[in-house]
Protein backbone atom coordinates (compact mmCIF):
# COMPACT_ATOMS: atom_id res chain seq x y z
CA UNK A 1 0.00 0.00 0.00
CA UNK A 2 1.13 3.50 -0.86
CA UNK A 3 1.21 6.06 1.22
CA UNK A 4 -1.17 8.81 0.91
CA UNK A 5 0.07 11.98 -1.29
CA UNK A 6 0.97 14.41 0.81
CA UNK A 7 -0.68 17.60 -0.56
CA UNK A 8 1.68 20.42 -1.72
CA UNK A 9 1.06 23.69 -0.17
CA UNK A 10 0.15 26.61 -2.24
CA UNK A 11 2.82 28.48 -3.67
CA UNK A 12 2.35 31.76 -2.28
CA UNK A 13 2.24 34.48 -5.02
CA UNK A 14 4.58 37.65 -4.31
CA UNK A 15 3.57 39.33 -7.54
CA UNK A 16 2.47 42.79 -6.62
CA UNK A 17 4.51 42.98 -3.08
CA UNK A 18 6.85 45.28 -4.35
CA UNK A 19 4.30 47.59 -5.61
CA UNK A 20 2.72 48.34 -2.07
CA UNK A 21 5.52 48.27 -0.40
CA UNK A 22 6.52 51.46 -2.35
CA UNK A 23 3.33 52.95 -2.62
CA UNK A 24 3.00 52.78 1.46
CA UNK A 25 6.79 54.29 1.40
CA UNK A 26 6.68 56.68 -1.43
CA UNK A 27 3.75 59.37 0.48
CA UNK A 28 6.40 59.80 3.24
CA UNK A 29 9.69 59.40 1.24
CA UNK A 30 8.41 62.36 -1.28
CA UNK A 31 6.81 64.32 1.55
CA UNK A 32 10.59 64.42 3.75
CA UNK A 33 12.37 65.24 0.20
CA UNK A 34 10.28 67.95 -0.78
CA UNK A 35 10.24 69.34 2.90
CA UNK A 36 13.87 69.56 2.52
CA UNK A 37 13.97 71.08 -0.39
CA UNK A 38 11.68 73.51 0.78
CA UNK A 39 13.39 73.90 4.17
CA UNK A 40 16.23 74.85 1.89
CA UNK A 41 14.62 77.35 0.25
CA UNK A 42 13.51 79.29 3.24
CA UNK A 43 17.07 78.97 4.59
CA UNK A 44 18.18 80.42 1.29
CA UNK A 45 15.56 83.19 1.46
CA UNK A 46 16.60 84.03 5.19
CA UNK A 47 20.13 84.37 4.22
CA UNK A 48 19.81 86.60 1.43
CA UNK A 49 17.83 88.36 3.45
CA UNK A 50 20.65 89.50 5.95
CA UNK A 51 22.82 90.18 3.11
CA UNK A 52 20.36 92.63 1.97
CA UNK A 53 20.28 94.07 5.28
CA UNK A 54 24.07 94.22 5.21
CA UNK A 55 23.99 96.09 2.21
CA UNK A 56 21.83 98.57 3.25
CA UNK A 57 23.15 99.00 6.58
CA UNK A 58 26.47 100.08 4.05
CA UNK A 59 25.05 102.17 2.31
CA UNK A 60 22.51 104.11 4.46
CA UNK A 61 25.88 104.70 6.05
CA UNK A 62 27.85 106.30 3.08
CA UNK A 63 24.54 108.09 1.89
CA UNK A 64 23.71 110.31 4.72
CA UNK A 65 22.00 113.09 3.20
CA UNK A 66 17.97 113.81 2.34
CA UNK A 67 16.77 115.67 -0.05
CA UNK A 68 12.96 117.59 -0.26
CA UNK A 69 10.24 115.51 -2.42
CA UNK A 70 6.87 117.26 -3.25
CA UNK A 71 4.33 117.76 -0.63
CA UNK A 72 6.96 118.38 2.37
CA UNK A 73 8.12 114.52 2.50
CA UNK A 74 11.78 113.95 2.88
CA UNK A 75 13.16 111.34 1.22
CA UNK A 76 16.67 109.84 0.75
CA UNK A 77 19.09 111.07 -2.26
CA UNK A 78 20.54 107.72 -3.97
CA UNK A 79 23.85 109.04 -3.94
CA UNK A 80 25.98 107.12 -4.63
CA UNK A 81 23.74 104.23 -5.04
CA UNK A 82 19.95 104.22 -3.02
CA UNK A 83 19.32 101.79 -0.32
CA UNK A 84 17.09 100.24 -2.07
CA UNK A 85 18.82 98.84 -5.03
CA UNK A 86 22.21 97.95 -2.49
CA UNK A 87 19.28 95.76 -0.56
CA UNK A 88 18.01 94.08 -4.14
CA UNK A 89 21.71 93.79 -5.81
CA UNK A 90 22.82 91.63 -2.47
CA UNK A 91 19.26 89.68 -2.46
CA UNK A 92 18.93 89.22 -6.27
CA UNK A 93 15.97 86.48 -6.18
CA UNK A 94 13.98 88.61 -3.67
CA UNK A 95 11.70 91.12 -4.72
CA UNK A 96 12.32 94.34 -2.97
CA UNK A 97 10.11 97.26 -2.76
CA UNK A 98 11.47 100.12 -4.76
CA UNK A 99 9.59 102.66 -3.16
CA UNK A 100 11.50 105.52 -2.04
CA UNK A 101 12.62 105.86 1.61
CA UNK A 102 11.00 108.65 3.28
CA UNK A 103 10.35 110.55 6.47
CA UNK A 104 7.62 113.71 7.24
CA UNK A 105 10.13 115.91 8.29
CA UNK A 106 14.00 116.89 7.52
CA UNK A 107 14.80 115.57 11.56
CA UNK A 108 13.28 112.19 11.63
CA UNK A 109 14.93 109.42 13.23
CA UNK A 110 13.09 107.12 10.76
CA UNK A 111 12.75 106.31 6.52
CA UNK A 112 10.08 104.16 5.91
CA UNK A 113 8.25 103.03 2.35
CA UNK A 114 4.84 102.34 1.86
CA UNK A 115 4.44 98.21 2.40
CA UNK A 116 4.05 96.37 -0.30
CA UNK A 117 2.67 93.02 0.11
CA UNK A 118 5.18 89.93 -0.60
CA UNK A 119 8.26 92.33 -1.07
CA UNK A 120 11.07 92.88 0.85
CA UNK A 121 10.05 96.08 2.78
CA UNK A 122 12.94 98.39 4.28
CA UNK A 123 12.92 100.45 7.46
CA UNK A 124 15.91 102.95 7.57
CA UNK A 125 15.91 103.72 11.59
CA UNK A 126 19.30 106.36 11.72
CA UNK A 127 20.95 107.57 15.19
CA UNK A 128 20.22 111.31 15.84
CA UNK A 129 18.34 112.51 12.95
CA UNK A 130 18.52 110.80 9.55
CA UNK A 131 20.01 113.91 7.89
CA UNK A 132 22.79 113.58 10.11
CA UNK A 133 23.01 110.47 12.05
CA UNK A 134 25.52 108.72 14.22
CA UNK A 135 24.72 105.14 13.25
CA UNK A 136 21.84 103.40 10.98
CA UNK A 137 20.14 100.31 11.24
CA UNK A 138 18.11 99.00 8.08
CA UNK A 139 15.74 96.43 8.71
CA UNK A 140 13.85 93.93 5.93
CA UNK A 141 10.77 92.25 6.56
CA UNK A 142 8.93 89.96 3.75
CA UNK A 143 5.91 87.88 4.49
CA UNK A 144 6.83 84.80 2.64
CA UNK A 145 5.30 81.17 1.55
CA UNK A 146 7.02 77.73 2.02
CA UNK A 147 6.91 75.65 -1.34
CA UNK A 148 5.12 72.65 -0.13
CA UNK A 149 2.80 71.00 2.57
CA UNK A 150 3.46 71.20 5.33
CA UNK A 151 6.00 73.53 5.39
CA UNK A 152 3.59 75.68 2.45
CA UNK A 153 2.61 77.79 5.26
CA UNK A 154 3.35 81.57 5.56
CA UNK A 155 6.46 83.35 7.20
CA UNK A 156 7.93 86.34 8.66
CA UNK A 157 11.51 87.17 7.87
CA UNK A 158 13.23 89.74 9.37
CA UNK A 159 16.66 90.96 9.21
CA UNK A 160 18.30 94.03 10.32
CA UNK A 161 22.04 95.34 10.33
CA UNK A 162 23.40 98.45 12.33
CA UNK A 163 26.65 100.33 11.47
CA UNK A 164 28.23 103.39 12.57
CA UNK A 165 28.23 106.52 10.29
CA UNK A 166 31.94 107.76 9.53
CA UNK A 167 32.48 111.72 9.45
CA UNK A 168 33.17 112.88 6.18
Not at 45 to 59: C, E, F, I, K, V
Not at 123 to 140: D, F, K, Y
Request: with cysteine; hydrophobic share 45%.
Amino acid sequence: MQPPARRRAPRRDDTGATLVEFALVAPLLFLMLFGIIAGCFLAYQNSALHDGASAGARMASIETSLVSAQNGVYCESGTPVSIEKAVSQAAPLLTVNPAPLCAQTNTATQLTQPAVNGDVNIIVTCGGSCAAPTTVEVSLAVRTKGLVAPIGLNYNLTASSQVPVLSP
